[in-house]
């Protein structure tokens, strides 16, 4: 995964993160060698079930992991520094600033003693200078960016004054007000209904788009992928096992878990089946995982070969698609099974040659 | 996403479906309001969460009621088991009316009306073996003799898909997944005709919930179940639904057979809800027409006048703010709404697509 298009820089370097909690089971390695990296203006998006180290992953960048029982190796680069070894004082600076999160729960971010114009004010005046009036002119027109109405009146409010999609809409009004190069969505739409998560998606969209924001967007949703990823990392008890961009992931998935995925998502724009398409068994506990590849133990493909552990790479050393499995890529082609529309299919397969003939 | 001239618009009304035989569960003006108080106990007023509901549901019938949080389903599902006791309004089951009747009275119902919850987490007792959470209820209901009570948990367990040696764990052994299987076992216990499953899937993971969908569905043609599905995701249930009634701020927007609702809603909640799910598959994605709904959901304490859904309704009019539209039968399909999408002969309709 160290092969990378020529000429942009990452803004975020993962690589080989680990990260390994201390429990009374023993050891359990929740994160087991994850790399990637993140451009300017780019939304990764990292799928995976619970357990599959993806909010993890997510927590370790500004290493939010508090227990004194987690151990974090690999390094995080983000301009220059690895944020792993950074002193604490210097990440501090960074938090909120240049790379933001906003979690599942707006309550874990939001003080509920402060008044919400209050809050936003206050980050503003930490780590920008301006003075209090601007401060408090630029927290309400953040609140009416993510569309809260009478802003300047709800800025007065307490969290527990507004509803879950407002409060959900001002912890990203708080993480955007720094102007941050990275904002980190930890399931930020999964408690929300499906009307108000568009909204929330569509603030997270323009952040990208306006302000050339990157974006780390840790979900379950594959819906939520498709419509607003660049790039794809599906995790599995522990590891990428697909690296792709949106398109090739969608298209011309390589990995039997992806197919799982793919195919166990109910699509409302297709005729119903009665039938649903779920991935037999349950993914493993972190505290006991199975040899060789992960998902062998669920994965209909598996034979003797998976036994050992399968490597991340892609069909050549220049690759932008990374899969680790240990099917032939014959096979990987022929059983995805893939049941996208016609011009879903014409789509891919442009996509599949321009990716032949383009790029490296 | 919908064409009024395909054939299929022209569908049978669906009672005629399954009008052989009398409806299971009938409910009528269902109203469910709480008192609302502030922190000091004062009175803050009074919570619709149920305002008027009315539908039936056949023997054998898939259900399902979709609607947002807040809209009052949770509520409403409830009401049907008994867990609350509705404001007003009429509950009837088998053509008897169980609205009011009291603990005693409704005891030998409780048999033939069972509730799957959502949180397979909180709804298990914790120190208990699963063994005598399942036993419990056949040994509470004199089920079957005490001597087999074992035997029926274990074959319990079987049919929804876990081991005999289960019975002996407590529920912290399990994933979430197999604890909702515990609660659909110990709610198939009594052999119920009506099972409410509320939120069943929404807590599991993404490839867990299809086998729990697929579970329900094969457990409803295996015991002739009558199922009422609560959720908020109409993409999960419609694969096992055979109608589905639309909620909105306590009252119910939209009822038809599932394919016609999802290919041609009526009222304009069902169409943006519709529109809101997310489609796992970029090209159909971007080719989509989202409709963005403004704004939130408004407090059930001060619904809105009119038609509830006027304050986020891109066709509403001056008629929707003051006059609430009556749930009507538009082909066998029933909607309230003044501005109907999709129904014949073509009413004004917005200028869309």
């Known amino acids: 995964m160290s092969e990378q298009p020529p000429g942009r820089e990452a803004l975020l370097e993962v690589r080989d993160l680990r990260v390994t909690f201390d429990t009374r089971e023993g050891q359990v390695r929740a994160v087991d060698g994850v790399d990637f990296e993140l451009r300017k203006g780019q939304v990764l998006a990292i799928v995976g079930e619970s357990g599959s180290g993806k909010s993890v992953t997510a927590l370790s960048i500004l290493r939010l992991l508090r227990d004194r029982n987690v151990e974090t190796t690999g390094q995080i680069f983000y301009q220059g520094k690895d944020l792993v070894e950074l002193p604490e004082s210097e990440l501090r600076r960074l938090r909120g600033a240049e790379i933001a999160m906003i979690f599942q729960d707006p309550l874990t971010s939001l003080n509920p003693l402060q008044r919400i114009g209050q809050q936003i004010v206050e980050m503003l005046r930490i780590h920008r200078k301006i003075s209090r009036a601007e401060a408090r002119g630029k927290a309400v027109k953040l609140l009416e960016e993510v569309g809260i109405p009478r802003a300047s009146e709800r800025a007065r409010d307490y969290p527990h004054e507004f509803s879950g999609g407002m409060r959900q809409r001002a912890m990203i009004a708080l993480a955007m007000a720094c102007d941050p190069n990275i904002l980190i969505a930890d399931e930020a739409t999964t408690a929300l209904d499906v009307t108000i998560q568009a909204q929330v998606l569509d603030l997270i969209k323009r952040e990208k788009e306006d302000r050339g924001a990157a974006v780390i967007l840790i979900t379950h949703d594959l819906g939520i992928v498709a419509d607003i990823a660049d790039w794809v990392a599906v995790m599995y008890a522990g590891r990428i096992v697909e690296y792709a961009s949106r398109d090739e992931l969608f298209y011309a998935p390589r990995h039997p878990y992806t197919w799982g995925l793919l195919a166990s998502v109910p699509r409302v724009d297709r005729p119903r089946s009665r039938r649903m398409k779920p991935i037999d068994g349950m993914?493993?506990?972190?505290?006991?995982?199975?040899?060789?590849?992960?998902?062998?133990?669920?994965?209909?493909?598996?034979?003797?070969?998976?036994?050992?552990?399968?490597?991340?790479?892609?069909?050549?050393?220049?690759?932008?698609?990374?899969?680790?499995?240990?099917?032939?890529?014959?096979?990987?082609?022929?059983?995805?099974?893939?049941?996208?529309?016609?011009?879903?299919?014409?789509?891919?397969?442009?996509?599949?040659?321009?990716?032949?003939?383009?790029?490296? | 996403m919908s064409d009024p001239a395909t054939p299929q618009s022209h569908e049978a009304p669906d009672s005629t479906a399954t009008a052989e035989k009398p409806p299971l569960l009938e409910v009528e003006d269902l109203v469910m309001h709480f008192a609302a108080t502030n922190a000091v106990g004062s009175s803050k007023g009074v919570v619709h969460a149920v305002d008027g509901v009315t539908f039936s549901v056949h023997e054998e019938e898939t259900l399902a009621i979709v609607g947002e949080s807040g809209c009052g389903k949770t509520t409403l599902g409830r009401c049907l088991v008994r867990l609350y006791d509705p404001s007003s309004g009429t509950i009837r089951f088998r053509g008897n009316d169980v609205t009011h009747v009291s603990e005693r009275a409704f005891r030998p119902l409780r048999s033939e009306i069972q509730m799957v919850f959502q949180d397979p987490y909180s709804s298990l007792n914790p120190r208990k073996r699963v063994g005598a959470i399942i036993g419990d209820v056949l040994r509470a209901h004199d089920a079957c003799d005490r001597g087999d009570v074992a035997a029926e948990v274990e074959k319990l367990l079987a049919r929804v898909g876990l081991r005999p040696e289960h019975a002996s764990r407590r529920p912290r052994s399990f994933s979430g997944g197999q604890r909702q299987?515990?609660?659909?076992?110990?709610?198939?216990?009594?052999?119920?005709?009506?099972?409410?499953?509320?939120?069943?899937?929404?807590?599991?993971?993404?490839?867990?919930?299809?086998?729990?969908?697929?579970?329900?569905?094969?457990?409803?043609?295996?015991?002739?179940?009558?199922?009422?599905?609560?959720?908020?995701?109409?993409?999960?249930?419609?694969?096992?639904?055979?109608?589905?009634?639309?909620?909105?701020?306590?009252?119910?927007?939209?009822v038809g057979t599932t394919d016609a609702l999802n290919e041609r809603p009526i009222h304009p909640y069902t169409e943006a809800l519709l529109s809101a799910i997310p489609i796992p598959d970029p090209v159909a994605s971007a080719k989509r027409k989202r409709i963005v709904l403004e704004g939130d959901l408004p407090s059930p304490l001060d619904p809105p006048a009119g038609c509830r859904f006027h304050t986020r309704c891109r066709y509403a009019t001056d008629v929707c703010r003051t006059v609430e539209p009556p749930l009507v039968d538009h082909g066998g399909r029933l909607a309230a709404c003044h501005h109907p999408l999709n129904v014949d002969p073509p009413s004004k309709e917005a200028t869309e697509t």
Not at chain 1, 283 to 300: M, V
Not at chain 1, 330 to 342: C, Q
Not at chain 2, 228 to 245: E, N
Request: aromatic share 4%; proline share 7%.
């Open chain 1, 283 to 360: 993914p493993p506990s972190p505290a006991d995982l199975p040899t060789g590849c992960r998902f062998r133990p669920r994965c209909a493909h598996a034979f003797d070969k998976c036994e050992a552990a399968p490597e991340l790479k892609g069909a050549d050393r220049d690759s932008l698609h990374l899969d680790a499995c240990w099917l032939e890529p014959k096979e990987k082609r022929e059983r995805a099974p893939i049941e996208a529309d016609a011009d879903a299919d014409a789509h891919a397969h442009a996509h599949a040659h321009a990716h032949a003939d383009g790029v490296s």
């Open chain 2, 181 to 254: 299987r515990i609660g659909i076992a110990r709610a198939l216990a009594l052999r119920p005709r009506l099972v409410i499953a509320d939120e069943p899937v929404s807590a599991l993971d993404v490839s867990i919930q299809a086998q729990i969908v697929n579970l329900l569905d094969d457990l409803h043609e295996e015991y002739g179940l009558t199922l009422v599905l609560i959720a908020h995701d109409l993409g999960l249930v419609r694969h096992i639904a055979d109608r589905v009634a639309v909620m909105y701020l306590g009252k119910l927007v939209e």
